[in-house]
C-alpha cells in the first residue's frame, strides 16, 4: 500500500476530485493547509496597507491506495491539478506498512475496499 498526498491550488480540487472518480478512488481526505515554495508569498494591498502574504493557502489530499493503483492515480492528479503555472504544488509517494479499518479489525489490503 502507499499514501499519495498531493498539495494543490484550491481552486483545483472539484478537477482533482472528478479526475480521481474518473479512476476509481472513492476516498480521499482533503485539508485546507497553508505554506509556501519557490514563490515565496506574494504582496497584497489591503485598505491602502502593503503586506506580505508569505504562507499562501492550500489544499492537502491524502489519499490510501493499493501498490497496483499509484501510477493511474498520480496521474489523475496531474492531470486536474496542472495549470503550467508556478505553485501548482507537489504529490508525494510514501510507503504504508499497515493499515487497520477501526469497526472491523480487518487489515492490509482489505481496509482499502
Known sequence: MKKI??????FKLEEVKDALSA??????TVSEVKGFGRQKGHKELYRGAEYVVEFLPKVKLEIVVG???VEKVVK???????????GDGKVFVLP???AVRIRTGETGDAVLE
Open 5 to 10: 498526498e498531493a498539495i494543490i491550488k484550491p
Open 76 to 86: 489523475a492528479i496531474l492531470e486536474g491539478a496542472s495549470t503550467g503555472r508556478i
Open 96 to 98: 504504508i506498512e499497515e
Open 67 to 69: 501498490d497496483d493503483a
Open 23 to 28: 479512476v476509481g478512488i472513492q476516498g480521499l
